[in-house]
């Protein structure tokens, strides 16, 4: 099997948010523990390259820049994994728009449509991983991004819940995903890790594994998938690209897909209020 192209990843921690509004917000203890997990995922991924800011260097111009140098620099096939650890909050931006999900940064907030964006701007063959081990974690599925993106979110989009290095999300990933540091022999598929989650999370957390791309879903996770895919699988992916539809549409699809038992898929070809992410 030929190896996997050049990976980049971006480790975001912010402990203590900066804003006004989470100046009386705890501090999240566990995020230094979550992310030396996920710099041991990055690695067994085969990603070589990491860029870790945290703390005072987890602020908007840090995160942004390094994205956009993600998106101008990164292989157009490689592998780009983002995680983040931290707050995140339901702001309103503009006196005109509804509240929107953000995460809470060293030096104030970054709404996850800017996020989305800044993914939207790499190439579309690059394969994306996000791991957000935050409040609203899934949230990022509401948004339509070209290249293909892996979504591992601690809670659902409307969830608020604290990470914890002992039973939180990022340990129960890395059991999951690593054994002696290696990848999971039984760790065979998306769909099999979602399964898991399901399984053997409690009740108050609901981690998710979402992809817009269906055909994702029987590949071994943080691998390139594209090389690996059947041919079909292109073909089955373009015909569930988001389309104008209607919100009714769009209920009845997902509850055919639950009922299918496809475990963690928010949105198969949209969501109602779904926005295409601009660079």
């Known amino acids: 099997m030929p190896p996997d192209p050049p990976g980049l990843a971006v480790h975001v921690g912010a402990g203590r948010p900066a804003g006004p509004r989470q100046a009386h917000w705890p501090a999240v203890r566990s995020w230094r523990d979550t992310l030396e997990r996920m710099s041991r995922l990055a690695a067994a991924a085969e990603i070589t390259c990491q860029h870790q800011l945290l703390g005072s260097r987890a602020s908007r111009a840090e995160v942004t820049g390094t994205l956009r140098q993600a998106a101008a620099a990164l292989d157009p096939r490689g592998h780009l994994m983002l995680t983040f650890t931290g707050h995140s909050d339901r702001e309103r931006i503009r006196p005109d728009r509804p509240p929107e999900v ?39 599925s509401r948004f339509t991004i070209p290249a293909t993106v892996v979504l591992l979110a601690a809670c659902g989009p409307d969830q608020e819940i604290l990470a914890n290095p002992a039973t939180g999300f990022a340990a129960r990933l ?54 690996r895919l059947p041919t079909q699988a292109a073909a089955w992916d373009k015909a569930w690209m988001p389309q104008p539809c209607r919100s009714s549409d769009v209920v009845a699809a997902s509850m055919s897909f639950g009922s299918a038992g496809m475990p963690g898929v928010l949105t198969l070809g949209g969501t109602p209020g779904k926005r295409k992410a601009t660079a």
């Open 102 to 140: 953000a995460w809470c940064l060293a030096d104030g907030t970054l709404p996850l449509s800017e996020v989305a964006a800044l993914l939207a701007a790499v190439p579309p063959t690059v394969f994306i991983t996000v791991i957000a081990d935050t409040c609203y974690a899934a949230a990022l």
């Open 174 to 227: 890395e059991r999951l995903m690593l054994a002696d540091g290696q990848p999971n022999p039984a760790c065979t598929s998306y769909l099999w890790l979602s399964r898991q989650f399901r399984r053997d999370s409690p009740d108050v957390e609901r981690p998710q594994v979402w992809t817009n791309r269906p055909s994702v879903w029987s590949q071994r996770p943080l691998r390139y998938p594209a090389a």
